[in-house]
């Protein structure tokens, strides 16, 4: 094996002649505590970035259930008003941003490569650093709920109330510094899906044949890559008018608090879309599995999620209807708001289209991946409403806008993701999930869920405005707000049937083959769970749906899986030409490293000494850090990065 | 059958070779998550701008660093794309001076800007515009300092010999980040210091 | 509270618009729930087979689903924006001038308002409590005097923050008498759930003799209780609250010169009876935790003295 090789003809093998044993030399993590710091395996962040996320759902679960026995009578005081601004606050940042892109973040590192008959991801180091600042960052905002300094001013987090005369405490500076600490991980990782969408794939994989879900994760990162740093600008200034007394949104100078909405819609909007359409996707994979046929309209619905992303960053001042905007700027963002409808139909009838023309099968993934359809239409609709300036004018900052964002996020979120891991359990686990819990999980959520979040357009639509830690008796809102936290309380058994049926099926579920549901995608044509080097040989692919060729009435199979490029000198995976998928490179892969962590450590300790004002402790965690992505980017003769010998 | 798009029989290279890898894809989205967050720096700056009308700047800013200091950087930049060229042609002296150079003008964009700012009569609490001048110039200075660290190690690296006509990723990954903050400071010098001359 | 009904030509065309985009939104709720649930069950697979045991069958390409409901989509939605368009164009302004111009400035958790006027002696300054003329547009200016606020009276108008450092303009009209509730929607802070206010509308002449009795200052103490309540007043609470007429004169809080002519106390938290005045006085911080009044520890004999004087200004 030649370090320094410019040029080789990989070689070929037929699959039964692979050397599965020097493969798995390879790739697998170190055994111990050290590989569990330094592995860079993207299944192994992908599960790390799933377990984590679901979590912070239960943790953000749990604080609405204490809201929900604060809310259910009038005029209660089980929770201070404080105590209340800090949980619909921590609840909005906890579900929001720790876990809605995390969650899919984790599916999509956990998939992509395999979907892509590749072996990792674009960069796998990058790939672990950006799960270690999540969970870092993560850590960092909870410390300050857990203290009594969590955020209290809404997920967005309004000025002047979150200015120091308003609010001296702390707890804004967790805010602040953690976003942008959590804002880092969402960009490195946002850059790595869109590297490996583009490089990482199949030879023959065109761009008409990456898996449609696909698509998803990666309009929603460029589309993060360009918003992340407008809320991270927003969250800086504050902290700056808050430490330094700057004056941004300090009105005793010319400070401008509506600056403060515009910096932080223009991300928040684009965000919504990016927490949204990677779920969409995985519908799109999963759902046409159970009606045992191609999802209609493969290019109609790529192109809707991208036009929805695009048509995404030009309707942020929706959330600002109410603000004493000019007519003119009003009636064109309404117009945007209210088209933007559009390719969600694409989407919406593509599923139904795929229901109604194929031979469905009522699994309990099915269930999630039908329901989701009617939850989309009612959250789609009710943002519809929103979006006409003058019923938004009465419907803004009152719980129609709770309704509408919770069947959104459970119904385009929750429910795909649930279906997702009903879906995807058997090839990261190699069992089944038990399909009886499945159906009473199913059941209790979809019911809770609808309890829980229906009655709140009514209440909404009488009067009742959000953000309020209790409410008078007799207004007509007092015994919708009993159903809701029945429903709610429903919900979270759902949940809890979840977990349980994730932790019944770990130790006992039914043994999964590598393709249980006869599924089209490159990653049920390689064991469950898969080896750490994915693919013994790499797969050439020759149409959209490699597993389904010569039975879909088209012309004999394309595909080549039973035999192709071994590429075992050392970590090696296939980079291609971006469109047409035409092998370009070989890739040397970076192994097991403990410069991520020790990055996050460096970036860990920046970040709290800036919050303490220990300057000090600042410097040497960004000093840390400097050294720990030097010692990273050093180039190494086993990358192919350093000059061979002779050349000159 | 397999079609056209297939590895049987192919000889394909190993590695990263000039802009062809994930390495300078990489970069690319770096420039385009970093320009975008200047994008909003401007954006605010215009905001302030456009509510508040002519007055709230206390005086323009003046030319007198800023313009020498444009220049340094224009020069710095062409030094960079000079050793870049040279070791696409396997010219290892004229990588190794290209970013020497590169890197001391860095350095002299550095002091100047420090002080510049000392020379100021308003700190960055005095009001809003200050607030606005001197973070978004903070930031440009910050990514001039990573920039001149990165010149830094891809010197060390020229010096070490890790370079040659056909492995030399980094340099050109490192220059293209140079050219960017370049891209960025004509940006902001233009909004701060010549557009109050325009209306 | 409901906003499904309201009075007013600020309100009328909204509500109309609004019943529209609910019944077109229901319609299709119901459509889409109904195509989902018919079309699983229709072809379903039924026993339990497992899914890799039911053949793949590819159908044909249902690309017209997408087709025809993006088209008639795009009908609804279109005329829904011009819609949303029209109604926009009615009520960005009223009909005719405003007589009367209200400066109404939000602050927490309490709303103040000023009626405007060319004469400085007619103009008024009083708070949570704002009378309006029926059949009249009354103009509405909006200031932010801490943080951002919404002054929304849905059966009347939609909602407008308040915002520091900028005014913002709107208007409502009633046309028929009626005691409307509003309440702030933007979250404030700690009493955001408690800064309501009621808009009563009268008939202009009842209007007026309101603006009148308004107008007068506090009616000197009648006797030497209620000069004693007045003394009490002044020393414990006239430093944030103004009775004309008195030495009383702090503007941090509630004007308190007619304070027994409204329905309601504590930013329409409370009714306005004896008992709840008293329990408000003597411990705000219970009823409304976080406001700006603070607890005055205050004597019996003393909060006797207060609430005999208040009793007065009617």
């Known amino acids: 094996m030649t370090v320094s090789e410019i040029e080789r003809v990989p070689e070929i093998l037929p699959v039964s002649a692979a050397p599965r044993r020097e493969l798995e030399e390879i790739w697998k993590t170190k055994p111990g505590i050290g590989g569990w710091f330094s592995t860079v395996d993207h299944k192994e962040i992908g599960k790390r970035y799933i377990v984590t996320a679901f979590i912070f759902l239960v943790l953000g679960g749990v604080e609405a259930l204490i809201m929900r026995v604060q809310l259910a009578r009038p005029e209660q005081s089980l929770l201070t008003p404080e105590q209340y601004n800090q949980l619909f606050s921590t609840h909005g940042m906890t579900m929001i941003f720790l876990y809605a892109l995390p969650i899919l973040s984790g599916f999509s590192n956990y998939l992509w490569p395999l979907i892509f008959g590749s072996r990792d991801m674009a960069f796998p180091r990058l790939n672990a650093v950006s799960y270690w600042i999540y969970l870092a960052s993560g850590i960092f905002m909870y410390v300050g709920f857990a203290i009594g300094a969590g955020p209290d001013d809404g997920w967005f987090n309004y000025v002047p109330y979150a200015e120091r005369p308003y609010n001296p405490g702390l707890n804004m500076d967790f805010y602040s510094l953690g976003m942008i600490f959590l804002g880092i991980s969402t960009t490195v990782g946002s850059a790595n899906f869109v590297v490996t969408f583009l490089l990482n794939r199949a030879p023959g994989m065109s761009l008409n044949r990456v898996p449609i879900m696909s698509w998803g994760t990666l309009t929603a990162s460029a589309a993060n890559l360009l918003v992340v740093p407008s809320v991270s600008l927003a969250f800086f200034m504050l902290w700056m008018d808050r430490q330094f007394g700057t004056h941004f949104f300090d009105v005793s100078q010319q400070g401008q608090p509506l600056l403060w909405q515009h910096l932080f819609w223009i991300f928040a909007h684009p965000w919504v879309y990016a927490i949204v359409l990677p779920a969409m996707g995985m519908v799109s994979e999963g759902l046409p599995v159970f009606c045992r046929r191609p999802l209609v309209g493969y290019t109609p619905v790529a192109l809707a999620t991208v036009a929805t992303m695009i048509l995404g960053f030009g309707v942020w001042v929706h959330h600002m209807f109410a603000t004493g905007l000019p007519t003119l700027a009003l009636s064109f963002f309404s117009s945007a708001s209210i088209l933007i409808t559009l390719p969600s139909v694409v989407s919406v009838f593509a599923w139904i289209a795929t229901i109604w023309l194929g031979r469905p099968v009522i699994t309990t993934a099915f269930l999630f991946f039908a329901s989701m359809i009617v939850l989309f239409v009612i959250g789609g609709v009710s943002g519809f409403m929103t979006g006409s300036v003058p019923v938004d004018w009465q419907l803004t900052d009152t719980y129609f806008v709770v309704a509408h964002i919770h069947y959104v996020l459970i119904g385009i979120n929750v429910f795909p993701v649930v279906g997702a891991l009903y879906f995807w359990f058997p090839k990261m686990t190699g069992r089944m999930l038990d399909e009886r819990l499945g159906k009473w999980n199913f059941w209790t959520m979809f019911v809770g869920m609808n309890l829980a979040f229906f009655p709140m357009h009514l209440s909404g639509l009488f009067g009742m405005p959000r953000r309020v830690y209790t409410y008078p008796a007799g207004l007509g809102w007092d015994t919708i707000n009993l159903i809701v936290s029945i429903g709610a309380f429903l919900f979270a058994i759902g949940v809890l049937l979840l977990l349980a049926n994730v932790l019944v099926s770990l130790r006992g579920g039914r043994v999964a083959g590598a393709n249980p549901w006869d599924a089209p995608s490159l990653e049920w044509a390689t064991s469950s769970p898969p080896p750490s080097y994915n693919f013994a040989v790499l797969p050439e692919v020759g149409s959209l749906y490699p597993l389904w060729e010569g039975r879909l009435g088209d012309a004999a199979a394309r595909s080549s899986l039973a035999e192709g490029a071994v590429l075992d000198h050392g970590r090696e995976t296939f980079s291609v030409t971006p469109l047409e998928g035409m092998p370009d490179l070989i890739l040397k892969m970076p192994g097991d490293s403990y410069a991520p962590f020790i990055l996050t450590v460096g970036m860990s300790a920046g970040f709290s000494g800036l919050i303490v004002h220990w300057w000090w402790l600042a410097a040497a965690g960004a000093a840390l850090t400097a050294l720990a992505m030097i010692v990273w980017l050093w180039p190494e003769r086993k990358l192919a990065q350093i000059a061979g010998a002779g050349y000159g | ?199 | ?314």
């Open chain 2, 1 to 199: 059958m397999v079609d056209t798009a297939s590895a049987h029989g192919r000889a394909l290279t190993v590695g990263a070779i000039a802009r062809r890898g994930t390495g300078w894809w990489g970069l690319l989205t770096v420039i385009a998550t970093e320009a975008a967050l200047f994008v909003y720096l401007l954006f605010s700056y215009f905001y302030y701008d456009v509510q508040f009308g002519r007055g709230w700047l206390p005086d323009p800013p003046s030319f007198r660093y800023s313009l020498p200091n444009t220049i340094i950087l224009v020069a710095s930049n062409i030094a960079a794309w000079v050793a870049a060229r040279g070791i696409q042609r396997g010219g290892r002296g004229r990588l190794v001076v290209g970013i020497l150079v590169a890197l001391l003008l860095g350095v002299a964009f550095c002091v100047l800007q420090v002080l510049e700012w000392r020379s100021l009569t308003y700190t960055l609490n005095a009001n809003t515009y200050s607030s606005v001048y001197f973070t978004t110039g903070g930031f440009h200075l910050a990514h001039v300092v990573v920039g001149v660290l990165i010149l830094l190690l891809l010197l060390l690296w020229s010096v070490l010999g890790y370079f040659d006509r056909l492995r030399h990723t980094p340099v050109l990954i490192g220059t293209a980040y140079w050219h960017f903050v370049l891209a960025v400071w004509l940006a902001v010098f233009f909004s701060f210091y010549v557009t109050p001359y325009l209306w």
């Open chain 3, 1 to 314: 509270m409901s906003y499904l009904s309201g009075f007013g030509n600020r309100a009328y065309p909204v509500v109309q618009l609004t019943w529209g985009v609910t019944a077109l939104s229901l319609a299709v709720i119901v459509i889409c729930t109904g195509l989902v649930l018919v079309g699983t069950l229709r072809r379903r697979v039924r026993g339990t087979g497992a899914v890799d045991q039911v053949p793949i069958a590819p159908g044909e390409s249902g690309l017209r689903w997408i087709v025809i409901s993006v088209a008639v989509s795009s009908v609804f939605l279109f005329a829904s924006l011009v819609g949303t368009v029209i109604v926009l164009a009615a009520v960005a302004a009223p009909s005719r001038e405003p007589k009367v111009t209200i400066e109404v400035t939000g602050q927490q958790w309490w709303w103040k308002a000023r009626y405007l006027s060319d004469d400085p002696s007619r103009t008024l300054i009083t708070a949570n409590e704002i009378h309006i003329p029926t059949g009249e547009p009354v103009h509405i200016r909006l200031i932010g005097a801490d943080v951002i606020h919404s002054f929304w009276v849905p059966k009347l108008t939609g909602k407008t923050d308040t915002i520091p450092g900028q005014e913002n303009e709107m208007w409502l009209e009633a046309d028929r008498p009626g005691r409307y509730r509003g309440q702030c929607t933007e979250f404030c802070g700690w009493q955001h759930a408690h800064m309501a206010f009621f808009v009563v509308a009268q008939p202009p002449m009842e209007f007026d003799n309101w603006m009148a009795a308004q107008l007068q200052p506090a009616a000197a103490a009648a006797s030497p209780d209620i000069q004693r309540g007045e003394n009490t007043f002044t020393f414990h609470c006239g430093m944030c609250h103004t009775v004309r007429g008195t030495q009383a004169g702090g503007t941090v809080a509630p004007d308190l010169t007619h304070l027994m002519s409204r329905s309601t106390i504590a930013a329409g938290t409370l009714d306005n009876t004896p008992g709840n005045l008293s329990g408000w006085i003597a411990n705000p911080q219970a009823i409304k935790p976080g406001a700006r009044m603070p607890v005055l520890y205050l004597s019996g004999p003393e909060l006797q003295n207060v609430r005999t004087y208040l009793a007065t200004l009617n």
